[in-house]
Structures are given as C-alpha cells and as structure tokens.
C-alpha cells in the first residue's frame, strides 16, 4: 500500500511553489492596477475637495491629458525594457497599461469636448480646423482607438497575429502626434514636451537598430 501521508505531503510540496507563485502574480497585478488608477482617483479627490486651483477646467484636462501621454510612452518601453533585461515579466503587463493610456486619452477629449467647450459643436469645428495642436491631438486619439478596440485574445484570434501586429504600430505614430500635441499646445516652457520627444526618440531608436539587424522589435 502507497503511503498516501507521504503522497500528500509530495504534492503539496510541488504546488506550494505554483500558488505562490499565483500569489505573487496578483499582487503584482493589482499593484500595476492600482498605480495606474491612481491619478484618476487624484484627480476625483482634487474636485471632491476643491484643490483643481484657479483654473480647474485646465487642471482637469491637463492632468487627463498628461497621465495618457505617461501611460502611452511606458507602454511603448515595455519592449525595449525586456530586451534590455531578458525577462518578459514587464510585458504582461503592457496591454493593461495600454489600455489605462487610452482610457485616459478617452477622458482627456470628453473633458476638452464637455467640460471646456460645453458640446459646441460648431466651436469643436473650428478647433479642429484652425488650432494645429487640436488637429494633431485628435489623430492621435484617433489612432488608438483600433488599438484598444482589438486589445482582446479573441481580436487576435481572428485577425490573426501577423495582421494583428501590423495593425498595433499604429502605436507609434499614436506616440508621435501625442508628443506633438503635446509640443504645439505649449506656448512657453517646451523642457516637458521636450523630453516626451526626446525619450520616444531614443525607444524608436532602439526598435529602428534592431528592425535593421533582424532582431524582433
């Protein structure tokens, strides 16, 4: 007879290692989670208390604004990160920090079209014809809006990972015009653009040398 103590124990062995590891991941996921909502729930604290400043419209839209452009340029250094590192465990995560990017992108149009202009229309028409930073911004947005629209395993499944692939490098000219929006809106001080400008340049950089060398990108 097989002593099944000794059994048990053996087993329970070999899964400890697994539901830690389980352990581990949650968190870990919950902690990205968690770090992206956090300006979101910021922002709602400022206007629940009355901290947005003396221009809370600008405050709101700025904020929305800044944190799509912060979560878009760490969604495209994810790849870079785990080439660097040889590790993809940074990469799991980019399809929910991607998707966090445009949720913000989301929030940003509907507090510049709701909340600043107040739905008129015919003001939302001119912006986007005679402001070039209005123009640029929304072809960033809608850029994006293919890629979360697609970000399930179901999408892939049916476009196919080749299709699929071609069709999510919209994200780098989405990067590029959001730095540019971002650039044009700036009347003064361009250090911040600047330096959006200059970290999307050094990742592209980076894809660039390794597209040319053969090496996945």
């Known amino acids: 007879m097989p002593d099944t103590t000794l059994t048990a124990r053996v087993r329970a062995d070999r899964a400890g290692p697994t539901r830690a590891l389980l352990t581990r991941d949650r968190v870990e996921w919950w902690a990205v989670f968690t770090l992206c909502a956090l300006p979101l729930l910021a922002l709602g604290w400022w206007t629940a208390t009355g901290a947005l400043g003396v221009n809370p419209i600008e405050t709101i839209v700025r904020h929305l604004g800044d944190w799509a452009l912060r979560l878009l340029v760490i969604t495209l250094a994810l790849t870079p990160l785990r080439h660097l590192t040889r590790t993809a465990r940074f990469i799991r995560y980019r399809r929910m920090i991607g998707l966090w990017a445009f949720t913000y992108a989301c929030l940003h149009v509907l507090a510049y079209v709701v909340i600043d202009i107040g739905l008129h229309w015919p003001t939302l028409l001119s912006d986007l014809t005679k402001r070039?930073?209005?123009?640029?911004?929304?072809?960033?947005?809608?850029?994006?809006?293919?890629?979360?629209?697609?970000?399930?395993?179901?999408?892939?499944?049916?476009?196919?990972?080749?299709?699929w692939k071609r069709l999510h490098r919209l994200i780098y000219p989405a990067g590029a015009l959001a730095a540019a929006h971002y650039f044009l809106m700036v009347k003064a001080d361009i250090t911040d653009p600047m330096l959006y400008i200059s970290i999307l340049v050094l990742l592209y950089a980076v894809r660039l040398g390794r597209w040319q060398v053969g090496k996945s990108v």
């Not at 395993?153 to 299709?163: N, P, V, W, Y």
């Open 132 to 163: 070039p930073y209005i123009m640029v911004g929304m072809a960033a947005f809608v850029a994006l809006i293919p890629l979360a629209a697609t970000s399930t395993s179901g999408m892939i499944k049916r476009l196919g990972g080749k299709r």
